[in-house]
């Protein structure tokens, strides 16, 4: 889906405060770009046709091997790249993502491609699960990712999201250990830096052997490259959701009777207008608020009164619930 997703401010005039992304709120990127600044060569040259040294990285840091880590333009290069490799019958539990369903349509299924060993009760489908999950942000106990894992013949899991939360979610270390489950990763997201397009891949090697016969030469850009190794030499630079901020954020918009929020484990939540549509209010709230808000009705299973909203801070969050009510009361008359 090229279009409908957040952070299209581009759309729009002097967006000052942007809810539509998930990305958490970052102080600053200076280091990065101080760091990625002196290194001008590296844009006069192709970067690796394969991102082998960061995959060596990513592998010393989690304490697996490099053939178990696959580095991708992005985690959607990542699910897409899954989805051309493994075509099998998809299992997508909604609401969630919708570039899964985009990357399997566009890879139809063939009797071919899946060369894992399906034996016992496994079922010959693929099970898409994003954990922490996008838009409702709720974590799936690992007990019922066990046992999806037994039941599927692959398990993906997309864990973009999986330093938004403290809840438990499953370790590359841990998921590398059985060849029925693949991990999406996202630098892009840990650091706050999306529109480098960093992510990665975890998982058995009998697994990522395969992934890699679809490989694109290039497909990581130098300086993406450059930047995921500097960022995993420096964790405090890493996002960190104020999670309590969200939980405030979420009482207040209840309190206004005008909103209903879902529980969430992460700094984003789904939210549900009572007697108005999320695109009434999206445009209301970047027209006349310069306030951009994620209008969800085109996440299969939400209505068009859902929208999603990620923290920022409290300042900006107190403004928000201010023109929300605004327009309520306008509308309302």
Known sequence: MIEGHGDDKYRYKDIRSDFSSNICVHDSHQAL?????????????????????????????????????????????????????????????????????????????????????????????????????????????????????EKYSLVVLDQSYEDYTVEHVMSPQWGCRTPYSLQIHSTAKTYGIPGLRLGYITGHESLTRQLRRHIHPWSVSSLAIEAGKFLLQHDELMCRPDLKEARRLQDLLQQSGHITTSPSDTNFFLCKMQHHTAAELKDFLAQEHHILIRDASNFKGLTTRHFRIASQTPHENDALVSAINLFVKQKNG
């Open 33 to 149: 770009m101080t760091h990625l600044a002196s290194h001008p060569e590296l844009i006069g040259h192709y970067p690796e046709p394969e991102a082998w040294s960061l995959e060596a990285v990513i592998a010393e840091r989690h304490r697996i091997s490099p053939e178990q880590v696959i580095v991708t333009n992005g985690a959607t290069e990542a699910i897409y790249l899954i989805a051309q490799t493994f075509g099998m019958h998809p299992v997508i539990p909604t609401p969630t993502f919708s570039e899964y369903e985009d990357a399997c349509n566009m890879y139809p299924r063939s009797a071919t491609a899946l060369d894992i060993q399906t034996g016992g009760k496994r079922n010959g489908s693929m099970l898409w699960l994003c954990n922490p999950n996008n838009p409702t942000g709720k974590v799936y106990d690992q007990n019922h990712i066990d046992r999806m894992m």
